[in-house]
Nanobody
Framework: QVQLVESGGGLVQAGGSLRLSCAGS????????MGWFRQAPGKERSFVGA????????YYADSVQGRFTISRDNAENTVYLEMTNLKPEDTATYYCAADIRGPEILRGGESDYWGQGTQVTVSS
């Protein structure tokens, strides 16, 4: 089992920045590809980005490419999502995800483990 706990969400004005954190515990964190998803009210959950075990491979959704950056610190069992130039359409609950099969699986929308989510609201 892997437990994931997100933090760092909040209210920010359009154009602002936020950094989300996801702390992992349980099985060896460095064995898992990590990713972020989001779900806006009335919409399905969608892929945001994913990173491989070592960070050598990353994927991003087109809508966040160039604005969001994923990073990880395996020593601290933590993955981050740095969000810049935020837009009102980025408003959603953001979920951390972990999958031992790799970032391509996360990009496909699947994951073995999910966090409970953290709310991000971007005002115009």
């Amino acid at each position: 089992q892997v437990q994931l706990v997100e933090s760092g969400g909040g209210l920010v004005q359009a154009g602002g920045s936020l950094r989300l954190s996801c702390a992992g515990s349980g099985r060896r964190f460095s064995n898992y590809a990590m990713g972020w998803f989001r779900q806006a009210p009335g919409k399905e959950r969608s892929f945001v980005g994913a990173m491989s075990l070592t960070g050598s491979t990353t994927y991003y959704a087109d809508s966040v490419q160039g604005r969001f950056t994923i990073s990880r610190d395996n020593a601290e069992n933590t993955v981050y999502l740095e969000m810049t130039n935020l837009k009102p359409e980025d408003t959603a609950t953001y979920y951390c995800a972990a999958d031992i099969r790799g970032p391509e699986i996360l990009r496909g929308g699947e994951s073995d483990y999910w966090g409970q989510g953290t709310q991000v609201t971007v005002s115009s």
